[in-house]
């Protein structure tokens, strides 16, 4: 198959682009800068693998991306919007216009605009997938210091949804996956700080977070075996997290040593 990654350089979608070339996928992945692009090219070590820089949140970036992979590679298979950034730890009225306009650019307008492009190129050529990330706040929890974060996640769900049913007879399928809590430098970022609250939250990560190769080898290979149109595939569902809660007394490898 061939794949395009949006946010492929590092976290989770580097961790997705591996999984997907061990499957013998060919693989676009795309970065802010060429640097970075570069960086994971020399790191993923394959043929089978190119990148290009883009900005999501620039339209014509993003149909330079699309343009960029069908030249390598061929018709595109599988596009997934995962680029995204995050939110400053703050609480809402304590961020700048700066701050809270980035993610939204990036995370719902950069998300917008990769599945446009991918919707309307696919469109043409009569098949093809697109999936796209969700996160905190896809389901409607709030969590202080990270709502316009969850807000952009929540849109997410609902744009996706209704694109997948804007589209159910047009023969290019679309898609939501949830990779759950995946210990990666995103999700890290912020517990530097030694603060209770921070405590409280490693103690939930020891119990619910992944290492990105266990999630992204689960996630790789459901979306090989999809044919369905509004599919959801989730790593950490509901039972996942009521199991683990049961029983993480007995877990013995924690990821954060808390006295």
């Known amino acids: ?3 395009v990654i949006t946010g492929g350089t590092r976290g989770i979608g580097f961790a ?6 061990s499957l013998n996928n060919s693989v676009v992945i795309s970065g802010t ?5 570069n960086e994971a090219l020399e790191n ?3 043929e089978s693998v190119f990148g290009h820089n883009c900005r999501v949140e620039n339209y014509d970036e993003v149909e330079e991306l699309y343009a960029f992979a069908k030249q390598k590679m061929g018709e595109i298979d ?3 919007n995962n680029a995204g950034i995050n939110q400053p730890k703050k609480f809402f009225h304590e961020m700048s216009i700066e701050d809270y306009k980035k993610v939204i650019n990036v995370d719902i307008v950069g998300l917008m605009n990769g599945t446009s492009v991918a919707l309307i190129e696919m469109q043409k050529q009569g098949h093809g997938f697109i999936y796209n990330m969700e996160g905190l706040g896809s389901d409607g929890r709030i969590m202080s210091g990270s709502i316009v974060y969850g807000m952009t996640k929540r849109a997410v769900r609902y744009f996706t949804l209704g694109v997948a049913k804007e589209n159910d007879k047009s023969g290019v399928n679309i898609g939501r996956l949830s990779p759950g809590m995946v210990l990666t430098d995103f999700l890290l970022k912020g517990l530097e700080e030694d603060t209770p609250e921070n405590a409280s939250t490693k103690k939930v990560f020891n119990i ?4 990105p190769e266990v999630v992204t080898a689960f996630l790789s290979k459901k979306i090989m075996k999809n044919k369905k149109n509004n599919a959801y595939i989730a790593w950490l569902t509901t039972p996942k997290i009521i ?8 877990k013995k490898n924690k990821f954060f040593n808390i006295s």
Request: glycine residues 4%; positive net charge.
């Open 44 to 46: 993923l070590k394959s």
């Open 208 to 211: 619910l977070a992944d290492k």
């Open 33 to 37: 800068n060429m640097g970075s692009v």
């Open 243 to 250: 199991f683990r809660f049961l029983f993480a007394f007995r």
């Open 16 to 21: 997705l682009a591996k999984q997907f070339l």
């Open 78 to 80: 599988i596009w997934i």
């Open 1 to 3: 198959m061939k794949i």
